[in-house]
Nanobody, 123 residues
């Protein structure tokens, strides 16, 4: 079992910045990916960014949705139990509930989800 605790959401003006954090505990040995998804009212949940265990932010095992490339940066701490999402140049269209995700790559493959944190971009 994996537990995910998110923090860092809030209200910010357009052009501002926020940093989301997600701390994982439990069975988090190597062989996993962590990432962020978001869902706005009336829209389908979408991938924001993912990063594999042991990857750097500039490595090949980091990927982003086209809508956030150049504005958002995903990273993990050296222990691999915390994932961050640095969000810069925020737009009203970024307003959504952001969910932390843990994807287990060893059998049985499965996903774990955080409770979600609200990000609101408004003047």
């Amino acid at each position: 079992q994996v537990q995910l605790v998110e923090s860092g959401g809030g209200l910010v003006q357009p052009g501002g910045s926020l940093r989301l954090s997600c701390v994982a505990s439990g069975s988090i040995s190597s062989g996993n990916a962590m990432g962020w998804y978001r869902q706005a009212p009336g829209k389908e949940r979408e991938l924001v960014a993912t990063i594999l265990s042991g990857a750097s932010v500039s490595g090949a095992n980091v990927n982003y949705a086209d809508s956030v490339k150049g504005r958002f940066t995903i990273s993990r701490n050296s222990a691999g139990n915390t994932v961050y999402l640095q969000m810069n140049s925020l737009k009203p269209g970024d307003t959504a509930v952001y969910y932390c995700n843990f994807h287990r790559l060893w059998p049985p493959v499965r996903d774990y989800w955080g409770q979600g944190t609200q990000v609101t971009v408004s003047s």
